[in-house]
């Protein structure tokens, strides 16, 4: 089992920027995904980024559409980052990292989850 811990929410303003990160522990296999997702209250849980581990050297990476130009997703070692920019109101949610086998993250895929870490964007 693979567990990730998440940290670097806070309350930012409209247009600010936060750096999530998520350290992942345990055995993993080769080809697998983590990425991030969001739920806001009273919302369904949505996939933000994901990035695929295809070898040591290179990775696939997925965003969702409302989050492209402003967000990125990278990896470092056991380490994924969310960096996010020129965030917007819209943003606000509880941030949950994740781990899945193969090659796509989806809410009912998901192996493990992060213990979620919060984003406000206030103004």
């Known amino acids: 089992q693979v567990q990730l811990v998440e940290s670097g929410g806070g309350l930012v303003q409209v247009g600010g920027s936060l750096r999530l990160s998520c350290i992942a522990s345990?055995?993993?296999?080769?080809?697998?995904?983590m990425g991030w997702f969001r739920q806001a209250p009273g919302k369904e849980r949505q996939l933000v980024a994901s990035m695929t581990r295809i070898n040591e050297n290179t990775g696939n990476t997925y965003y969702r559409d409302s989050v492209k130009g402003r967000f990125t997703i990278s990896r470092d070692k056991n380490t994924i980052y969310l960096q996010m920019n020129n965030l917007e109101f819209e943003d606000t949610a509880t941030y949950y990292c994740?781990?899945?086998?193969?090659?796509?993250?989806?809410?009912?895929?998901?192996?493990?989850w992060g213990q979620g870490t919060q984003v406000t964007v206030s103004s």
């Open positions: 345990g055995r993993t296999f080769r080809i697998d995904t």
């Open positions: 994740a781990w899945g086998l193969g090659t796509q993250l989806q809410v009912k895929t998901v192996t493990s």
